[in-house]
Structure formats: structure tokens, C-alpha cells
């Protein structure tokens, strides 16, 4: 099981630690010891620690769209994720990994 992390800057007045959230990242390396990613802009920090299933080479999280304006980290499965995949391919969306958790960046992209 993966363990995700992360925190939110509500008052803009300084940016996100990346430090405390490496921090946040390690205390979790137990949940997921296989990768650790994270993001951070001025508002958000995101933090994984990853249990490798799927796509094992290239599944690395924090994952994003295409233009790198929605990010996700997530635990869990989408068991029908190759069928949603398929078919967002088909409406034009192009993807960088064969995760699942990269569909549900594009599903958000078109269903909000």
C-alpha cells in the first residue's frame, strides 16, 4: 500500500517547505518502499511513497496531464482503467505512463 502526503500554503505568504515534506515523505517509506516523488509549487506540496503494481518502470507519482496543469497522488486501483484509458486515447488525450492513476488525471480533465 502506498502512502501519500501532503500539504497546502492557504495564506501565499511563503512557499511550500520541500523539506518538511521530504520529511513527511520518509515517515512513510514503510507504506510504499519501492520510489518516493513529490511536487511543489508556491500553494501545494504533494508527497508518495511508492508501492510498485502497475507499471513498474513508469509509475512514479506525483503524475500530471500533459501540460502539467493537474497533478495527483493516489492509492488505490481502477480495475477498469485499460478500457477508460483506450478511450480517452480515442477523445485525444495523450499519456505518459500506463498507470492507472494516470487516467484518473485525464477523466478529471473531462468530467471535472
Known amino acids: 500500500m502506498c502512502g501519500i502526503c501532503g500539504t497546502y500554503n492557504l495564506s501565499g505568504e511563503h512557499p511550500v517547505n520541500s523539506d518538511i515534506l521530504r520529511q513527511m515523505i520518509v515517515a512513510l517509506e514503510h507504506r510504499g518502499p519501492d520510489e518516493f516523488g513529490m ?51 480515442k477523445r485525444g488525450h495523450r499519456f505518459y505512463t500506463k498507470t492507472d492513476t494516470e487516467v484518473i488525471v485525464h477523466l478529471y480533465e473531462e468530467k471535472g
Open 39 to 89: 511536487y511543489t509549487d508556491k500553494e501545494i506540496g504533494l508527497g508518495h511513497a511508492r508501492l510498485s503494481i502497475i507499471d513498474l518502470a513508469g509509475g512514479q507519482q506525483p503524475i500530471h496531464n500533459e501540460d502539467k496543469t493537474v497533478w495527483i497522488v493516489y492509492n488505490g486501483e481502477v480495475f477498469n482503467y485499460i478500457e477508460l484509458r483506450e478511450g480517452l486515447i
